[in-house]
């Protein structure tokens, strides 16, 4: 049977419809998905939605804002041994952004987005008997995700919101207030539209995944929350579409937030359970590492803040003094690149030329050891 279910429109048609919203900037170039459907819009994706549960099929989540790594497809794959058909969203969302954050400067990367999930759909259709399939990409317009009002980035803005207090509040929501509002109101809409039997996070985003099990936990939603192994490169930096703006020095001086996060981690192993024993070992190394940034010269260096280190409640994510051994920790944190002050000729400087400012983050989960 044709995947191109009736009402749903083959990727040329609506290709013309995606020259004015973020997911899509160059369209004409884009290569035809063969083996996925492009929705644009709510009802032929519900018709899909609707086709695939008379057919007993089982339907994975996998939300995302593009530029696709291997961090997004790790997440698929995980869809895609547990569904029969995976729905994979690309939308970079304005009221997660702050109006003075990086919404502007976030990699759009449609084709590249588009030729992966293509690759990716091949080798699990290699794959052994019992994987799924990426079936379809949504990738709506602001008006279509946005209806009635256009969206706020504002903290008092209007617009129909969903607040998941206090957990919106801490660690990422103090830097970033409105993230956690605007990333809880896109996801439930992106549940509205695809009602998915499972949805899937990264632990990356540890926050994240804490805040949408609340919401589906709180809002009685019909979907299990996965979530996720965080990929990273094989030196240890965390997987994340921001990177390509760190660029050579930054990145090196930037995979300081694994090294502080990997020596609190092992001071926890070692049997350490007190938040001195445990973040002091983090901190040491990220503020050598930042004297040592600070003593060269500006055409050397490579400047951060140390936004947060958190030692936390898996649930609450309230800060604590002492690890419970049987329920274990989140420790997470938060580094802000300063871009380059100085930059020299021929230097990989990263996509923005070092300009654009790199907010990094990582987390590790403390196991419970008894
Ligand atoms: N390295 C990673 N490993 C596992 N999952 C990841 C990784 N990076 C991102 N994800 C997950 O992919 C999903 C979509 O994330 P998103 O599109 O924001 O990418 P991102 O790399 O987190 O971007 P950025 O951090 O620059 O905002 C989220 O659930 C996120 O946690
Ligand atoms: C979940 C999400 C796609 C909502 O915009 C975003 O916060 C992300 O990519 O992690
Ligand atoms: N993955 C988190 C999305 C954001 O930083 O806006």
Redesign the pocket.
Known sequence: MSRLMRGARPFSTVASALLTDAAATATRSVRQPSTFQVFRDVPELRQLRRQLLRNDRTMGFVPT?GALHEGHLALIREAAQENTDVFVSIYVNPT??GVNEDLSSYPRTWDSDVAKLEKLNEELSRSTAGTGRITAIFAPTSKVMYPSLPPSSEIDGHGSFVTITPLAKKLEGVSRPV?FRGVATVCMKLFNATTPDRVYFGQK?VQ?TVIIKRMVKDFLMDTEVRVVPTAREKDGLALSSRNVYLGSRRRTVGLTIYKALSAAVDAYQAGKTSREGILGAARVIAERVLSEQRALAPSERALFEIDYISLADPESLEEIDVVDTQKGAVLSTAFKMAPLEQTNPGEDCGLGDGKVPVRLIDNFILQPRE
């Open positions: 804002m997660q952004f993230f985003d994240q």
